[in-house]
């Protein structure tokens, strides 16, 4: 089965400033996607970025961009120039490339971005 | 187009009590499913379909049964609720072959039992 593990529950850091959050993962496919999603307090689950394990070429959108690292087994998330408005839960979720959509998600980091 | 549309928004019931969770698609997605998400923790799959008739479980199924009689709806029931079901629910579509890594959710149904 895949797990994947989300190791900080909180980040805290100022406007404008960069922030990377960490997410490590276990499978033993070779082929598979990799997503972060963002859940403003909305409650709504936002794709932000989406890796194709295939894919050697790190998935960047605007001021998100990912550091993937297929041997090692993680997959980072980098915001440049945040925004108040990326104040939200993050996760780091798995999908496999065959059979049944089914996510795994990390269990979460709370990001908070202070004016 | 509505996307994926859930209702209710909220809901409180007593424990024993019975509901359905509504789930409706309007993108002709073959791909159907719902997932719970409990403070502190990802959000896990409870029961999945690929298609009209056909569904199947996921990592928590316990407590909860699903039907798929048309493409468009897929209900999740609570036949006796407990406590342990207070969460939030999220239900989730996608095709089946192209594009099919791209999950589109609906805004999710808060869920307590009392």
């Known amino acids: 089965a895949q797990t994947v593990t989300q190791s900080q529950p909180e980040m805290s850091v100022q406007e404008a400033e960069t922030v990377t959050l960490s997410c490590t993962y276990d499978?033993?496919?070779?082929?598979?996607?990799l997503f972060w999603y963002k859940q403003p307090p909305s409650r709504q689950m936002i794709l932000v970025i989406r890796?194709?394990?295939?894919?050697?070429q790190n998935a960047t959108e605007n001021r998100f961009s990912v550091n993937f690292q297929k041997a090692a087994k993680s997959f980072s998330l980098k915001i440049s120039d945040s925004q108040l408005g990326d104040t939200a839960m993050y996760f780091c979720?798995?999908?496999?490339?065959?059979?049944?959509?089914?996510?795994?998600f990390g269990q979460g980091t709370r990001l908070t971005i202070n004016p | 187009n509505a996307g994926v549309t859930q209702t209710p928004k909220f809901q409180v019931l007593k424990t024993g009590q019975s509901m359905t969770l509504q789930c409706a698609q309007d993108?002709?997605?073959?791909?159907m499913s719902w997932y719970r998400q409990d403070p502190g923790m990802g959000l896990r799959l409870i029961h999945y379909?690929?298609?009209?008739?056909?569904?199947d479980q996921g990592e928590v199924p316990n407590g909860y049964n699903v039907s798929r009689s048309t493409t468009e709806d897929f209900p999740l029931r609570l036949l006796s609720a407990a406590p342990s079901q207070t969460s939030v629910y999220f239900c989730?579509?996608?095709?089946?072959?192209?594009?099919?890594?791209?999950?589109?959710f609906g805004s999710g149904t808060q869920l307590s039992v009392l």
């Open positions: 989730a579509s996608s095709y089946s072959t192209g594009g099919r890594e791209k999950l589109f």
């Open positions: 499978t033993s496919e070779s082929n598979y996607y």
């Open positions: 890796q194709e394990a295939y894919k050697q």
């Open positions: 979720a798995f999908m496999r490339d065959q059979g049944a959509q089914k996510l795994v």
């Open positions: 993108m002709n997605h073959e791909y």
């Open positions: 379909s690929v298609g009209a008739g056909i569904t």
